[in-house]
């Protein structure tokens, strides 16, 4: 009796299940959106979750690098299953909108964001913001002995006492306001200087470990690697400060975070929801707030008040559009960076 009632159960329950699974992934489909997410994941997650408790739109994140991601786009194309498109830097957003795979940005999320910290088609919108830094070792480095230019690191007398970590988009979106702020033969020469010079490591915050292990006397990173070090334990950066290059030099690059939301979404008003709460003042609180550290791009948003301001940081002007991601590999790989 006891056996019979238990399959019978089971198998309401199989059968129930087996109705109640299409039905559900149908309407998580029809609510939902997918992010490809090239940007830190704690920070995307934070977006996802106050974005989801506000509007009841679920997010699902797929992580991934900036290229790693754009490429995949365009291969994909009206068949991408992603809704959204989210990067650490800008040449992985200028490469999906020259194939001409996004919507445009609603009017009203445009207007959350300046002119500097948005493509100039409207294709796509700045999210966060990072600088360039030089992390350098303050045990052994005084001011006056430090590089007043990105430039001044292809000299013979920085030859084994810088790093970097050239494999990744943070550094290649440098190269490409390089590229875009001195041309094409100054790039090259650079790079066989940096060959020559600079270590390699993998990721940021390798390279200032790197320097606070004193292996190197400094680090070309973004400002964030540090301050969220400080944040925790500071153990990877005790002996570590920031130089900020300032001056409009390619080394005070500020990149652009990009968002945008593919053109073949089915989902076209939740994803624009999203850019817009992500560019609004929830999504900018979340940079201001939390340990991301990195800065707030909206109109008249607040960063973490750790930062130097943005504006303190005599960023170059760079139209992100002409970030050109194919002309960095080429030349960094044919300087043996890559
Ligand atoms: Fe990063």
Redesign the pocket.
């Known amino acids: 009796m006891t056996f019979s009632f238990t399959h019978l159960t089971s198998a309401l329950a199989l059968a129930a299940g087996l109705a109640v699974a299409p039905m559900m992934a149908n309407a998580a489909e029809s609510e939902g959106i997918v992010v490809y997410n090239a940007q ?1 994941e704690a920070l995307t997650q934070a977006w996802a979750d106050g974005f989801t408790k506000e509007t009841g739109i679920k997010v699902t994140i797929r992580n991934g690098g900036d290229m790693q991601f754009a490429n995949q786009i365009v291969q994909e194309g009206a068949a991408s299953p992603a809704d959204v498109y989210l990067t ?1 830097n800008s040449p992985g957003m200028a490469l999906v909108d020259a194939n001409k795979l996004f919507a445009p940005v609603n009017a009203d999320t445009l207007a959350q964001v300046p002119e500097t910290f948005k493509a100039a088609d409207g294709n796509w919108v700045g999210v966060a913001a ?1 600088s360039t830094v030089f992390a350098y070792d303050k045990t052994k480095l005084k001011e006056a002995d430090l590089p007043k230019s990105l430039l001044d690191l292809a000299d013979a007398k920085w030859k084994g006492r810088w790093g970097a970590s050239p494999a ?3 550094f290649q979106a440098i190269v490409s306001a390089f590229l875009e702020l001195k041309g094409e033969d100054a790039t090259r020469a650079w790079l066989k200087a940096m060959k020559q010079n600079a270590s390699p490591y993998k990721g ?1 915050s390798v390279a200032m470990k790197a320097v606070n292990a004193g292996e190197v006397e400094g680090a070309v990173i ?1 400002h ?2 540090w301050f969220g070090d400080q944040a925790k334990t500071g153990e990877n950066s005790k002996n570590v400060a920031l130089h900020y290059f300032k001056n409009q030099d390619p080394g005070a690059f500020v990149s652009i975070s990009g968002g945008g939301v593919l053109a073949s979404s089915q989902h076209q008003k939740e994803a624009q929801a999203f850019l817009k709460w992500i560019t609004g003042k929830g999504g900018q609180a979340v940079l201001r707030d939390g340990n991301s550290f990195e800065y707030a791009v909206g109109n008249g948003e607040a960063s973490n008040p750790k930062l130097v301001p943005l504006a303190d940081l005599q960023a170059p002007k760079v139209e992100p559009s002409k970030l050109n991601s194919k002309k960095v590999t080429d030349l960094m790989t044919e300087a043996g960076l890559i």
């Open positions: 830190h650490e990072r990744g988009a943070d940021n973004y964030y690697y």
